[in-house]
């Protein structure tokens, strides 16, 4: 993922609660939960690890208001970003809160929350879709030592039939009940359906836009259909950000 991305701020396509994070005044992060995700994280720029604390809070860590257990991580036209933003936001759940997070690959498509991870796939959401047993039993603790990945396991041989399946709906609906909170990944809006279903069995959506390659039109059209699915929007992160001008000077005006 790029070192530059942002909390989308432009919300003149219709992402509501964008316009909403970039106005409203929100607590800070406890210091102590700061530190340890710097020292955590400390091969991340500090620009995107700011960026993604803030992230993190207005999704998960909110007091004024309701917030998310399970949220659904979707790019509009490329994953490449998306399943590491998924991977990061994870990994700072896990070290700012004491219940147990499951990090679930929901790209059936083209897995590679394992890769990012540097770990071998093995069974998965696949596989528990399609076997008895507690869904803990085909998930793995990666560390921190509150966080679990569930990978893609086997190949999926027909992802869309898989995902609309009961079987599928009740392993996810299982994942929320075992684990406090659920942080899952999807393949590209533009070209699979996939996150319209799975959103509505999670809390809501953050759609993942490229700067430079996601057009508006394109976002309008996804937005609309999400919602008509009755898919919560919960907020935008636009990756690739990059500023003609220096970031600081950018930022004042």
């Known amino acids: 993922m790029s070192k530059n991305y942002e909390l989308l701020q432009q919300a003149d396509f219709g992402l509501g609660s964008a316009r909403e994070w970039a106005t409203e005044s929100r607590p800070a992060m406890p210091q102590e ?77 083209s897995p590679s929350l394992s890769h990012a991870l540097g770990v071998d796939p093995e069974r998965g959401l696949v596989d528990a879709a399609q076997q008895q047993g507690s869904i803990k039993e085909f998930a793995r603790r990666v560390g921190p030592e509150n966080l679990w990945l569930l990978s893609a396991g086997a190949p999926a041989q027909d992802a869309a039939v898989l995902l609309n399946s009961d079987r599928m709906k009740n392993r996810i609906c299982e994942l929320r009940t075992e684990f406090d909170y659920l942080v ?70």
């Open 33 to 109: 939960a700061v530190d340890a995700l710097s020292q955590d994280v400390s091969f991340v720029e500090p620009t995107l690890r700011e960026e993604a604390l803030k992230l993190l809070q207005r999704l998960f860590l909110d007091s004024k208001q309701s917030s998310s257990k399970a949220v659904l991580f979707a790019p509009i036209d490329t994953s490449r970003g998306c399943d590491w933003l998924s991977v990061l936001t994870a990994k700072l759940l896990a070290k700012s809160v004491s219940g147990s997070i499951c990090l679930a690959e929901g790209n059936l498509r």
């Open 184 to 253: 899952m990944n999807a393949p590209p809006l533009s070209g699979f359906a996939d996150a319209l279903l799975l959103g509505q069995w999670l809390d809501g959506v953050v759609l993942v836009l490229e700067a430079n390659s996601t057009r508006r039109e394109a976002a309008v059209r996804i937005v609309e259909s999400l919602r008509s699915a009755n898919v919560s929007v919960l907020g935008a992160v636009l990756n690739n950000r990059t500023f003609p001008i220096p970031a600081a000077i950018y930022k004042r005006l």
